[in-house]
């Protein structure tokens, strides 16, 4: 039963419409951290690590100890890992890239990992993509945010780190051209160009 409300809020939380002027707010927080990681060619993949506030960290345990004894084992995520993915790549892993004006929309995923500890759940994954490094290219945008609004992303670039590419000047800044929930919300996008 747990695990159909688990899923039943996966599902609310990436698929529901919003509807006439409903004034939501979220109901999950949410701190993210970014990894950019390059190779030879550009951007090759994002970590991604998400940590919940502590009562949604409850509310989801709940849903993934399903023996119930406070700890989340390797086996019980291992066993919804794969819809809860299913879920997320609905929404591009609520990781939205822009480059040169372009979305891009995001569907794999490895190294998905749970964690619950301290009665906190943190998420962490990688996304493979590939950004070519181009004297072509402007300026690459990165949000994390769920146009839904039912959860609340933070992101500070004081999370975001980079491997593989010296030198990179990354930055954080409102991003209104990614405004969403009617376009009451202005995310913050982190920033860079090659």
């Known amino acids: 039963m747990r695990y159909c409300f688990f899923c039943f809020w996966c599902l609310a939380l990436c698929v529901l419409p919003l509807r006439g002027t409903a004034h939501a707010h979220p109901h999950v927080f949410v701190d993210a951290a970014l990894g950019l990681n390059f190779d030879a060619k550009g951007l090759a993949s994002l970590d991604v690590t998400w940590v919940f506030d502590e009562m949604a960290s409850q509310l989801f345990l709940e849903d993934l100890d399903t023996d ?10 291992d066993s919804k890992k794969d819809a809860i993915a299913d879920v997320l790549r609905e929404q591009s892993f609520f990781v939205h890239v822009v480059v ?3 979305r891009i929309h995001l569907t794999q995923i ?34 994390v945010f769920d146009p839904s609004y039912y959860t609340d992303f933070y992101t500070p670039v004081e999370s975001v780190s980079v491997t593989g590419k010296k030198g990179l000047s990354v930055s954080s800044q409102d991003a209104p051209d990614l405004a969403f929930y009617m376009g009451q919300v202005i995310p913050v996008a982190i920033t860079f160009a090659f």
């Not at 119930?68 to 019980?76: C, F, H, K, M, R």
């Not at 998905?112 to 301290?118: G, L």
């Open 100 to 102: 040169n004006s372009e």
């Open 110 to 143: 490895t190294n998905f990992q749970a964690k619950f500890d301290s009665g906190v759940l943190t998420y962490t994954m990688r996304l493979p993509l590939s950004i070519p490094d181009s004297p072509a290219q402007d300026t690459v945008q990165i949000s």
């Open 68 to 77: 119930a004894d406070g700890v989340l084992e390797q086996s019980e995520w």
